[in-house]
């Protein structure tokens, strides 16, 4: 008789969602080494400094770190908003003061994304569908393209429409809907939507760069099919459920 797979381990069968978030630094790979080791330096300060102002705990967070960028998984009773709201706002102040008088070259610019879904610890860090999404959201076209093109800002945040819908809309934390844009986002096997938000700069000004379209937006309409509802496989064996049917329906409230 065949052998049998060993049960999942306890921890394995809870379903845990959690706040995932990860922040990268804008052209870092154009760094010399000791200007890298220093911008390391900075972004952790800046995150640890913003979380303190917020009242969160950043030794509670399981960080990855990644050179240019850190990875962070937050504990399950996090408020969602002191993240959106407070952290948010706190981390675009200390970025503001860090680069005050600085270079354009020397500043430390970041893009941060955050969901909130299943995350579980994993050999090489974490999986789950909400990891894989941040990944995706972090490197959107739209997101990078709003930052090169807003100098006066050093943070543009992606949001999940998940967290827009359950947290931003409510308000909480000074939260106010009317400053994210909603930016439909195809990173590889990810099809989805999301809200872009820039501290101190208001929807109107976002929008046209949002819309903006990508050069790679032919290759990617031929490449990658319309948002389903079926289960799509990532690599890895991750799992991302897609939402066709509500971004459809997102699209159709929001343009039309």
């Known amino acids: 008789m065949a052998a049998q797979p060993p049960p999942p381990s306890p921890s394995q069968e809870i379903i845990t969602r959690h706040l995932c978030m990860a922040a990268d630094v804008e052209k870092y790979s ?23 102002l917020s009242g969160l705990d950043r030794t509670t967070w399981g960080r990855q770190p990644q050179g240019d960028q850190e990875f962070a ?26 680069n005050a ?16 879904g299943v995350a579980r610890t994993a050999a090489l860090g974490y999986s789950g569908p909400a990891p894989v999404a941040v990944a995706r959201y972090l490197n959107a ?15 543009v945040v992606i949001v999940s429409d998940r967290l827009y819908q359950d947290v931003v809309r409510l308000r909480g934390q000074g939260l106010d809907p009317r ?7 195809q990173e590889k096997e990810f099809n989805g939507y999301g809200w872009i938000h820039v501290p101190e700069h208001g929807a109107d000004e976002l929008a046209p760069l949002v819309a903006a379209p990508d ?7 031929r490449a990658v099919p319309a948002p389903t509802n079926l289960v799509e496989r990532i690599d890895g064996g991750v799992v991302h459920f897609g939402s066709g049917d509500a971004a459809s329906t997102i699209h159709k409230k929001y343009y039309g």
């Open 179 to 185: 400053q994210y844009v909603c930016a439909h986002i």
């Open 141 to 155: 076209p739209q997101l990078k393209r709003v930052l090169a093109a807003v100098d006066s800002t050093d943070l």
């Open 215 to 221: 050069p790679d937006d032919g290759r990617k309409a």
């Open 73 to 98: 998984v937050l504990p399950p009773d996090t408020p969602e908003s002191a993240v959106l709201g407070d952290f948010v706002r706190h981390l675009a102040v200390r970025l503001g003061e860090r």
């Open 101 to 116: 008088n600085r270079a354009p070259g020397d500043r430390l610019r970041l893009r941060l994304a955050i969901d909130v």
């Open 30 to 52: 154009r760094l010399d080494t000791p200007d890298q080791e220093v911008i390391q330096a900075d972004l952790v300060r800046a995150l640890e400094e913003a979380a303190v």
